[in-house]
């Protein structure tokens, strides 16, 4: 529990290191504008593919008490991205128009995790599912399936805002032992425009 607690710290810090906002929250927020949610990946190095369930993608506006849920592309429930697929592309994890207004978090919910280690997935880097590739493989222990990305920015009234987030397979998936591993997602912002 310390060594999850120490690492959610440290992903908390890294984000904030990244930089961001420290504004004031803007006048009245209008109709909103659309806000795109990218993801890259340094991936897990001892593996063909490692398919990540995405479940849910929340914001935080400063004036709201709930989140605010952001659909995933193309209107699916879920969304499952290869990491290995990641490391010279990006894709979309989420689109869709938030109300304007300043923000204050981006909530993740990683709902399975699997490495497969003979072949690579077929197909895009992030679809609403991508079918399991054929060969070894390994379910991956999620401790905390929430990752909170304290990263301040603001959704203009109108136009476009876009976050890219580098998902650390290497720091975020550890061998516990006996072919088990478990996941501690580290996820930095890498930047807001």
């Known amino acids: 529990m310390r060594l999850l607690l120490a690492v959610i710290v440290a992903c908390s810090v890294t984000v904030l290191a990244c930089g961001g906002s420290s504004s004031a929250p803007t006048g ?11 993801l890259k ?28 849920k952001l659909p995933f592309a193309a209107g699916a429930t879920a969304r499952t991205c290869d990491l290995k697929k990641l490391q010279t592309a990006q894709d979309v994890l989420g689109t869709g ?11 993740l919910v990683v709902s399975s995790t699997t490495i497969y280690f ?5 197909g895009a880097a992030c679809a609403p599912t991508i079918a399991a590739p054929e060969g070894r493989s390994a379910s991956v222990d999620i401790p905390s399936g929430e ?3 304290n990263r301040q920015f603001e959704v203009p009234a109108s136009g476009t805002t876009t976050m890219l987030l ?3 397979g290497d720091r975020s998936i550890r061998e516990t032992g006996n072919g088990r591993y478990m996941m501690t997602p580290v996820i930095a912002v890498v930047s807001v425009q």
């Open 28 to 38: 009245p927020s209008g109709p909103g504008a659309t806000f795109n949610l990218m």
């Open 41 to 68: 990946d340094s991936p897990f190095s001892d593996a063909k593919s490692v398919l990540v369930t995405f479940s849910a993608v929340t914001a935080h506006r400063d004036t709201d008490a709930d989140f605010v």
């Open 97 to 107: 128009t938030l109300p304007a207004g300043h923000y204050t978090q981006v909530r």
């Open 118 to 122: 003979d072949n690579p997935a077929a």
């Open 147 to 149: 990752v909170r990305l």
């Open 166 to 168: 580098d998902f650390d």
